[in-house]
C-alpha cells in the first residue's frame, strides 16, 4: 500500500515507479506521498515516471495550466517535469462500469537537490495560501506579507492577476517577495 510505505525503505532499490488504479477517496494522497517522494529521494534512487488510472476530472485538475489552473495542477506543476494525460478510458473499459470517465495521468518527476527541498515547500505554501482565496487578487491574499523593496513591475502587474492565472515562474517571483 503506497501510503504505508516508509520512504526511508527504498534506499536500497536502483529506482521507484510508483503506478496504480486510485478511487476517488485516495488518489490525492497517493499523489502527494509521491510529491513527498520526489523530494526525500534526492539523485538515488531515481524515480521513474508514475502513470494512475484516476477520475478524468481529477486528472484534467492535475494537467491544468494557467490561465485556467486548478490548484492541482499549480502544485503538481513544481514537482514534475511533464505532466500529461496519456488515454482517455470510458466507463465500459471496466467492469462493472463506473458512471464516470477515467484516464491515465501520467507525471515525469523533476529531481531535486537537498538545498530546494525547503524553497520547494515553501513554494508549495504560498501556492496553497493563494487558491485558499483563488478569486481574489494576489495583492488582496499577501498584502501584509509583500516585502516593499522587492516589488518591481513585474510583480506589481502578477499582484493583480488571480492564482489561477499565475504561471509557475510568477509563483517563484512572488515567493522571493513575501515574507514568512
Known sequence: ?????????I??????????SLPYNVSKKVVNAAKQISLEVGLTPELLPSRFVLQKEVADDYISAPPSAAFL???????????????????????????????????GWKRFEAKQVMTIKRLAKIIRQGFIAKRKVINS?????????????TLLQLLHMRAHELSLAEWEL???SVSD
Do not use: M, N, Q, W
Not at 534506499?11 to 496504480?20: C, H, T
Not at 505532466?83 to 477515467?102: C, E, M, N, Q, W
Open 11 to 20: 534506499d536500497s532499490y536502483d529506482f521507484v515507479y510508483i503506478f496504480g
Open 1 to 9: 500500500d503506497a501510503l504505508k510505505h516508509k520512504i526511508k525503505s
Open 174 to 176: 512572488l515567493e522571493t
Open 73 to 107: 495542477g499549480a502544485d503538481l506543476s513544481l514537482y514534475a517535469e511533464y505532466r500529461k494525460i496519456t488515454k482517455h478510458l470510458p466507463p465500459g473499459s471496466f467492469y462493472p462500469a463506473p458512471k464516470v470517465d477515467s484516464a491515465i495521468l501520467e507525471i
Open 141 to 153: 491574499v499577501f498584502k501584509s506579507r509583500l516585502i516593499p523593496e522587492k516589488i518591481t513591475p
